[in-house]
């Protein structure tokens, strides 16, 4: 690398050099430049380009996925207390509005976000499908 590219320059030769080292530096500079926007253009394309409906859709999913998940566990619960006659008439009544108005709006939520049943059923690897 040149010693001192900054210094005074009083000889024609030496000016000639300092154009040269002056030109090296320039496209070196310009060369950086384009692989730093080759490199944000790549990312901006790849893996990193996140698109605002797919994340609200997957949140979405996510959420619902969840919300149905508690919801079946909520049932199971309900249907258990029923078997064993730990639920008054009016229990099993508010519990049924309760399940039928929250199957509403989760169907609700799944037209708003493009969603079908079968999306909902995440699959766990080893232990099987979650729903």
């Given at each position: 690398?040149?010693?001192?590219?900054?210094?005074?320059?009083?000889?024609?030769?030496?000016?000639?050099?300092a154009a040269n080292r002056?030109?090296?530096?320039?496209?070196?500079?310009?060369?950086?430049?384009?692989?730093?926007?080759?490199?944000?253009?790549?990312?901006?394309?790849?893996?990193?380009?996140?698109?605002?409906?797919?994340?609200?859709?997957?949140?979405?999913?996510?959420?619902?996925?969840?919300?149905?998940?508690?919801?079946?566990?909520m049932e199971?619960?309900?249907?258990?207390?029923?078997?064993?006659?730990?639920?008054?008439?009016?229990?099993?009544?508010?519990?049924?509005?309760?399940?039928?108005?929250?199957?509403?709006?989760?169907?609700?939520?799944?037209?708003?976000?493009?969603?079908?049943?079968?999306?909902?059923?995440?699959?766990?690897?080893?232990?099987?499908?979650?729903?």
């Amino acid at each position: 690398m040149p010693e001192n590219i900054f210094k005074t320059i009083k000889d024609p030769d030496e000016a000639s050099d300092a154009a040269n080292r002056s030109d090296f530096f320039k496209s070196y500079n310009c060369d950086v430049d384009n692989k730093q926007s080759r490199a944000k253009n790549n990312a901006t394309k790849g893996k990193l380009d996140i698109d605002k409906d797919d994340v609200a859709k997957g949140l979405g999913k996510l959420v619902l996925t969840v919300v149905e998940f508690l919801r079946e566990l909520m049932e199971r619960q309900a249907i258990r207390r029923m078997d064993n006659s730990s639920l008054t008439d009016e229990e099993i009544n508010n519990l049924g509005d309760t399940f039928e108005q929250l199957n509403e709006k989760i169907d609700e939520l799944k037209k708003f976000f493009g969603i079908e049943d079968d999306d909902l059923n995440i699959d766990l690897g080893p232990l099987g499908k979650l729903l």
